[in-house]
Nanobody, 123 residues
Framework: QVQLVESGGGLVQAGGSLRLACAASGGSFDNYAMAWFRQAPGKGREFVAGIYWNGGTTIYADSVKGRFTISRDKARSTLNLQMNAMKPEDTAVYYC????????????????WGQGTQVTVSS
């Protein structure tokens, strides 16, 4: 049973940085696609960034490109999201997601989700 647990959310001022982590367990994750999504109040769940667990391809939403970096630590079985130059519009609940083999910008292919971690950026 795959389990994903996010951590690292909090309150930060505009221009600041936060680093999110997603602890992944219950599988080897070889050939899995991993991603971060976010959901602001009253809005749908939005793709942020994605990566293959085995490395190589990374994809980003245009709104975060150049500011956010997705990475994975295979030894610690952790997916990370480094967020720099943060803006008030980055405020949302951030979710970690995974599925076998499909790196996508939509929620549909993702079978496993974490519970989310709140990120608030003050102006």
């Amino acid at each position: 049973q795959v389990q994903l647990v996010e951590s690292g959310g909090g309150l930060v001022q505009a221009g600041g940085s936060l680093r999110l982590a997603c602890a992944a367990s219950g599988g080897s994750f070889d050939n899995y696609a991993m991603a971060w999504f976010r959901q602001a109040p009253g809005k749908g769940r939005e793709f942020v960034a994605g990566i293959y667990w085995n490395g190589g391809t990374t994809i980003y939403a245009d709104s975060v490109k150049g500011r956010f970096t997705i990475s994975r630590d295979k030894a610690r079985s952790t997916l990370n999201l480094q967020m720099n130059a943060m803006k008030p519009e980055d405020t949302a609940v951030y979710y970690c997601a995974s599925n076998f083999g499909v790196l996508a910008r939509t929620t549909t292919p993702y079978d496993y989700w974490g519970q989310g971690t709140q990120v608030t950026v003050s102006s």
